[in-house]
């Protein structure tokens, strides 16, 4: 009941802060925002002075804005007033004025449109929403928007009759499109290049079980738009089982990089793939597994706009939890894709991080979004980032930080001595058995005879052993794995230390009271070990 007690205590404890702890030194923690129903990605959008303006559908279907500071409060939170029917996927960027340019899918298929508003920075209308798709053509999936070096606004998104491009102003006037780019294809993803042309990715399937990944460049300044032809990056051959997620594309002044991930469902897992080409030269593509050093499984890849060098790429991992042997945890991570991959964990939260978003201000620090579970259909959006500012009030320690490691330590310690008293039955009964049979059969009770020592000698040397044949599965040796040995090699020499010289003071000593002085001392000083390691 008590272990029950505490284990609710540590989950509210830490379901209540509004922080997520962290586990890279480079990002401040998280802070939680909002809530959300659905899992999908939150639109984040950094503005000129380093604050970041974050947009998501909340728990009542709506889309919420809110203005987090340079320092990380939170100026303000509004739900919007768009639309009338369910918001989702909203896309979001800053005009030239300050003012912020929204896109999002209103409704599910089949009566699913693309929408667009200009809004004032807190949250106010600054025009009326309009319809960008054709409202008789259904949306298929999430649309995208990036801004040119022009200031130009373009959306793209996949309907039934294809992939579609529209390009709007400043202003939030249309100027070109929507023009049709293909016929079929879903999941569309661009970025915008050095040169002001678009860079488009998107996935087509051929067959059963078969998909392909396709790349072209788009020319703004072409009045026909397509400035080379499509190019297949790879065609991906799935299983029985499996799935293809979300591509992803990204870009260097020099390279272009699309990344997928296949899942299979059966056994609940995925594996990400890459391929990497000249800018200039997409047939010289090279095609490799992204490999992760410190987790596996990766999901929800996103990568880093601009053409910055060497290139970020965000998602999330499965991570081994450092307290918990055998448990893993989705984390978010932050990729650097140079000469090498770098690998940077992020969060350290006891729940799953999904989702991720990334984006960079005008000052290089890093903004980052994204979705943890929370209670059953509820998401909890999170914001952090690598600014001084947010990072000096985010990791300042609080009352609820207070609480949950309270909590947590508690729990865990209770849960140590639930553990270490099995695990003592298992050291202990043997020798215990061994120095009852000797003792039956020579009626020896106490410490005066070479023979009755000999006989404990052995019985501890049995148990020590034991102590390092089966060490105790409490996760300690994730995070230190000489723990294992280390531990029980300093409790039996303290133990027999201690036995000794309590034996040297006193004439007679029991035998079973030597047995059970050493295996007390030489328990808890393994019990201590593991908690503080």
Known sequence: VLLLVLAALTAWASSQTPMIARSSELWSRGRVIGQTPVKRRTALQAAPDGSAFLIWQNMGGQLELAHIGVDGKVLLTHVLSVGGGEASDPQLRMAADGRLLLL??????????????????????????????DPAIPVLDAPRLVT??????HAIWADDAGIQWAVLDDAGALLAGPTPLTTSGRF????????????????????AHVESLYYVVLDPENTSGVAS?????????????QGLGEPVIGLTPETVYVFWV?????????????????IESPQQKQIGPLQLRQGRYPEGLYSLGGNQTPLLVALSESVPAPEAMGVIR?????????QEVQEDIVTASVQASLKPTLVMDDHSNLHLAWLETAEFGVYRVVYASTASEVMENYNALTLW??????????????????????VLIMWAILPFLALVLYHLITSEETLNTARSWGALVVALALEAALTFIQPPRLGAEA???ALRWVAPAISALAAALVLANVARRRKYMHLFAAYFLFTGINCLLQMVMYFLF
Do not use: C, M
């Open 104 to 133: 999002w899918r209103e409704g599910e298929y089949p009566n699913s449109t693309v929408r667009y508003v200009l809004l004032e920075t807190d949250g106010a209308l600054a025009g009326q929403p309009h319809t960008l798709s």
């Open 148 to 153: 040119d070096a022009r200031g130009r606004h």
């Open 188 to 207: 569309p993803t661009v970025r915008v290049g050095d040169q002001g042309k678009l860079h488009l990715l998107w996935q087509q399937r051929q067959r």
């Open 229 to 241: 032809e499509p190019e297949e990056i790879a065609q991906i051959v799935l299983r029985t089982g």
């Open 262 to 278: 296949i899942r299979d469902f059966k056994y609940a897992v995925s594996s990400g793939e890459y391929a990497f080409f000249p």
């Open 330 to 338: 989705s984390q978010i991570a932050v990729l650097t894709l140079g």
């Open 401 to 422: 930080d207070v609480l949950d490691a309270v909590f947590s330590n508690v729990f865990r310690f209770s849960t140590l001595i639930v553990a270490l008293v099995a």
């Open 479 to 481: 995070a230190w794995p």
